[in-house]
Structure formats: structure tokens, C-alpha cells
């Protein structure tokens, strides 16, 4: 606020009208919102894309009946300040031997060689970016905690498929087992399996079936990575060393 030669300031307790003007609006917005979404006659979405996608629509509707408005004030407006506001909140956790951390009631999965070491996560409103050091790592959806205040997961199986091949009966009573599946389809295709054959068996089918999964994405990715290397070595023709340009033609 600074940046706008303004002072910041708090409300005054049981002097409602201070903060009307805002929450008022909020508040026709979320009206608007769940009008939107009765006319709809659905509020599943195929994805958060999607469902962004909707609430920009209804949102775009309301600012256009105000658009002339927001011109005349526009002109008056000041310049942004030269630097983005961070939109994100910094935490520091610690890997445990689960291979995992928790972090606001949320447990997250992470590569074992991470077992031990502190991260650095920002957290935003969609996922999360993971630091060791100052090197970012990767980044992971971020999850919520369930409505009846019980602990949420984000699992990726790709992080637990080597210690689940060695105690394949583990999936049976994991917490997070749906989380665990990269698709519902392996959840069905899991209790399918317990419904014929003894758990031991259909424990040990379902593990082999999301390590050849994996595997079969490591082969994916190793081909890919071939062929990005084969197109620059055509196009940089032999004994010249490849360009920036001649990388990023062939990605």
C-alpha cells in the first residue's frame, strides 16, 4: 500500500459499514456464483481448469454492466507498483520416513532420496513449489483437509511403489489408498480384485500393475528424451555443437 502513498489501517469492531462496501460486493458474487451454478444444473466440473473457466465467465458478466464506471476511474488510477506482490505463503518442513511431509493437515508425498532433509514450500492457491536449498525441486498439487476436520492426502504413487513392492499386503490398510491411485479406474479395478481372489493376491496384482506403470513412463520418457537428442544432432549436422536455437526448435 506504500506503493500507492496509502496507509494501512484496521477496522473498527461492531462498525460493520467500514468493511460494507467490500464484503457487499463479495457477497453479490457468491449470490451470483451459485445462481450460475442452479441454471447449470451440475457443480461437477471435468477439473479446477474447468471451474475457473466458469467462475472468469460470471465474473466477466458482472464487470461488464460496470465497465463504463471502472474507465472513468481507470484514468485517475496510478501505476502499478514495479514489482509483483508475492500471492504466496513460505513454510519449512522436514521429510519423515514415510517419505512425506504434513503440512497444514495435508499429507504430501515426496521422493524417498528426500527422507530427512528440510524443504522450502510456497504454498499457493492451486500447489505448491518445493525447495531444497535454494534449488526448486518440483511442484505438487496442493491438497485441502477433509470437512470433518480429518487429515488430507496427496500421494503420488510413483513415490511409494518401491517400499509398497516390498510389503504389497501395505495398500490393503493404507489411509490414503484412494489417493494413492492415479485414476479411479485402478481403485475399481482393485476391489474388483479383492472381490475374486484372496487380498494377498490381489494386493500383490494391483502393486505389480502400478510398477509397470511407472516403469512404462520412465520408457516414455527416456524415448522422448531420445528423440529430442536424435532432432538436435540432425539439425546441428555432425561435429558442431548444438545452439539454444536448435534446442528449442526441436522441443
Not at 525447495?131 to 498439487?141: E, K, Q, S, V, Y
Amino acid at each position: 500500500m506504500t506503493d500507492h502513498d496509502r496507509e494501512l489501517g484496521a477496522i473498527v469492531t461492531r462498525l460493520a459499514h467500514e468493511n460494507g462496501a467490500i464484503e457487499r460486493a463479495h457477497g453479490h458474487l457468491k449470490a451470483a456464483i451459485a445462481d450460475a451454478l442452479l441454471l447449470r444444473g451440475a457443480r461437477d466440473f471435468p477439473g479446477l481448469a474447468a471451474y475457473r473457466g466458469f467462475v472468469d465467465e460470471v465474473v466477466g458478466r458482472h464487470n461488464a454492466r460496470v465497465a463504463p464506471r471502472s474507465a472513468i476511474e481507470r484514468a485517475s488510477l496510478q501505476d502499478l507498483p514495479p514489482r509483483r506482490t508475492a500471492d504466496h505463503e513460505e513454510a519449512v518442513v522436514t521429510v519423515t520416513s514415510s517419505s512425506g511431509f504434513l503440512l497444514r493437515k495435508v499429507f504430501y508425498s515426496v521422493p524417498s532420496r528426500l527422507i530427512g532433509h528440510r524443504l522450502r514450500v510456497r504454498l499457493f492457491d492451486d500447489r505448491l513449489e518445493v525447495f531444497l536449498g535454494g534449488t526448486f525441486r518440483f511442484a505438487l498439487p496442493r491438497g485441502r483437509s477433509r470437512p470433518d476436520g480429518r487429515h488430507g492426502h496427496v500421494i503420488d504413487y510413483r513415490h511409494v511403489i518401491r517400499a509398497l513392492r516390498r510389503k504389497p499386503m501395505a495398500l490393503l490398510g493404507l489411509v490414503c489408498r484412494d489417493s494413492l491411485f492415479p485414476r479411479p479406474a485402478y481403485a475399481r479395478a482393485f476391489e474388483a480384485l479383492r472381490a475374486a481372489l484372496p487380498d494377498r493376491l490381489a494386493c500383490r496384482i494391483t502393486v505389480e500393475l502400478l510398477s509397470l506403470v511407472h516403469h512404462a513412463t520412465i520408457f516414455e520418457m527416456n524415448v522422448e528424451s531420445y528423440r529430442r537428442r536424435a532432432a538436435v544432432d540432425r539439425k546441428r549436422g555432425p561435429g558442431r555443437p548444438p545452439t539454444r536455437a536448435t534446442i528449442n526448435a526441436s522441443a
